[in-house]
């Protein structure tokens, strides 16, 4: 693993999201190449059961018939209504339009010849935090079909679903 990209960004900062679909041009991230990318709140923490980390989402890609590059403007939609994109996460997308400043690391694998070798390197990254920290990343799990924008504004809960997620809630405040 060798570090090709660090990168801040946040929502009406001096460097945003747009900073994300510049990454098609890198010289790094041609099309077949393998890579693995962390996004982390980068001046803040977030608290899980082991102890305080900033890691939000950790990702893999490579693009066969593009530049892998272009796989990192698609975790943030247009905005936190807006978007049917399947790419999406939704935490990141959360934290960068609630202006949360967010960091950007990217890792070029050299030496890894196949998806499932890259998909293992990913697997492991996710199963070091948790060995770490308690838990996998909390951005975990929020990509895809069921997290895009459009699906979050129009999930209707049922009652049922609604008071069992007011439960947490309600202990919260209780405690």
Do not use: W
Not at 78 to 90: A, C, P, R, V, W
Not at 110 to 130: M, Q
Request: charged share 20%; glycine share 8%; aromatic share 8%.
């Amino acid at each position: 693993m060798r570090i090709i990209e660090d990168i801040t960004f946040q929502c009406g900062g001096e460097t945003d999201k747009s900073a994300l679909s510049a990454l098609r041009l890198h010289p790094e991230l041609p099309a077949g190449s393998h890579c693995v990318y962390i996004y982390s709140l980068a001046d803040s923490e977030i608290t899980y059961p082991n102890e305080a980390g900033a890691v939000i989402y950790i990702g893999e890609a490579c693009r066969v018939n593009e530049p892998s590059g272009v796989r990192f403007a698609g975790h943030i939609s247009k905005s936190l209504t807006e978007g049917n994109n399947f790419t999406t996460n939704h935490t990141v997308t959360a934290y960068y339009y609630r202006k949360r400043r967010l960091r950007l690391q990217i890792y070029r694998l050299d030496t890894c010849a196949s998806d499932s070798d890259r998909k293992a390197i990913e697997k492991r990254l996710i199963a070091r935090h948790v060995k770490r920290f308690g838990a996998q990343p909390i951005g975990q799990g929020t990509t895809g079909p069921s997290y895009t924008p459009k699906a979050i504004v129009n999930l209707m809960p049922t009652p049922e679903e609604d008071a069992a997620i007011a439960v947490g809630l309600r202990s919260l405040a209780v405690g």
